[in-house]
């Protein structure tokens, strides 16, 4: 079965640059979406086809795929960035795939 | 605007079967898939099936097969996943899903606990 690898956590300080990946083979093959969830909240999408980011996301929020690597970038990573972030593709054998999530720490 | 609305929390016991709702709104209700996705406390999102809500056709995950069942009632436009077998491995948050791109909407969440 297909398989979504990410860090299990990420620590940044409050204007630094957060970088999460996310790897699977031949990723760059697929889109790749990205999602945020907070404590006791549902997910919500802050990247999808792998770059592209839904009206009210911060442009902070960035994406990119290639390889086997798609990788969310926020850049001047704040505060309220902090939660867990997920990855998603889809495999035509598998079905949805969610990567293992990354827990993001703002210090 | 789009809503995806679940039924309340359950609490049942090993061996039983549950069933929850979620009932879809503000858009037409057969134009997208919808997904059922699981989320144990404190762990990872882990998909469980979808239906396409036009024809019915179903697509589970390896690691639900033979326990999970997706339906849907085009008329309340409400989709439902029924799971068997309970186990308390499976007291998790449950989530039905539109994962259509820049579509993409969640419903609240239902707790189910499996509890004796």
């Known amino acids: 079965s297909y398989e979504l690898t990410q860090p299990p956590s990420v620590s940044v300080s409050p204007g630094q640059t957060t970088t999460i990946t996310c790897s699977g083979d031949e990723l760059g093959r697929r889109y790749t979406t990205w999602y945020q969830q907070r404590p006791g909240q549902s997910p919500l999408l802050v990247i999808y086809?792998?770059?592209k980011r839904p009206s009210g996301i911060p442009d902070r929020f960035s994406g990119s795929n290639s390889g086997n690597t798609a990788t969310l970038t926020i850049s001047g990573t704040q505060a309220i960035d902090e939660a867990d972030f997920y990855c998603q593709a889809w495999d035509s054998s598998t079905g949805v795939v969610f990567g293992g999530g990354t827990k993001l720490t703002v210090l | 605007q789009v809503q995806l609305v679940q039924s309340g929390a359950e609490v049942k016991k090993p061996g039983a079967s549950v069933k929850v709702s979620c009932q879809a709104s503000?858009?037409?209700?057969?134009?997208?898939?919808i997904h059922w996705v699981r989320q144990a406390p404190g762990q990872r999102l882990e998909w469980m099936g979808w239906?396409?809500?036009?024809?019915?056709?179903?697509k589970y995950s390896q690691s639900f097969q033979g326990r999970v069942t997706i339906t849907r009632d085009t008329s309340a436009t409400t989709a439902y996943l029924e799971l068997s077998s309970l186990r308390s491995e499976d007291t998790a948050v449950f989530y039905c899903?539109?994962?259509?791109?820049?579509?993409?909407?969640w419903g609240q969440g239902t707790l189910v606990t499996v509890s004796s």
């Open positions: 086809h792998d770059n």
């Open positions: 503000g858009y037409t209700f057969t134009r997208h898939e």
């Open positions: 239906i396409n809500v036009g024809n019915g056709n179903t």
């Open positions: 899903a539109i994962l259509s791109g820049l579509f993409d909407y």
